[in-house]
Nanobody, 120 residues
Framework: QVQLVESGGGLVQAGESLRLSCAAS????????MGWYRQAPGNQRELVAT???????NYADSVKGRFTISGENAKNTVYLQMNSLKPEDTAVYYC??????????????WGQGTQVTVSS
């Protein structure tokens, strides 16, 4: 069982910044990738950014140039630096991790979510 604990959400004004953190714990043989998704009321969950163990990154077009994902492999931790926040970034942000709990045993884990609210 792999658990993800997120922190760093909150209420900010448009143009301000927030930094989200997510730490994975439990039985992890190999972490393949971690990332952030978000879900606004009435919308489907969507990808925000992902980072693979080799440090390759992927971003949603809506956040490119404003958000930066980074990770600490040794700590199985991922961060999301969010700058120039907009009201449309308001959502619950979920951490995601995929990898191997044991050789041959894949896992996909989700955090409990952290609320990000951006006021105009």
């Amino acid at each position: 069982q792999v658990q993800l604990v997120e922190s760093g959400g909150g209420l900010v004004q448009a143009g301000e910044s927030l930094r989200l953190s997510c730490a994975a714990s439990g039985t992890i043989f190999r972490m393949n990738a971690m990332g952030w998704y978000r879900q606004a009321p009435g919308n489907q969950r969507e990808l925000v950014a992902t980072i693979a163990t080799g440090a390759s990154t992927n971003y949603a077009d809506s956040v490119k140039g404003r958000f930066t994902i980074s990770g600490e492999n040794a700590k199985n931790t991922v961060y999301l630096q969010m700058n120039s926040l907009k009201p449309e970034d308001t959502a619950v942000y979920y951490c995601n991790a995929v990898g191997l709990a044991l050789p041959g045993r894949n896992f996909v884990s989700w955090g409990q979510g952290t609320q990000v609210t951006v006021s105009s």
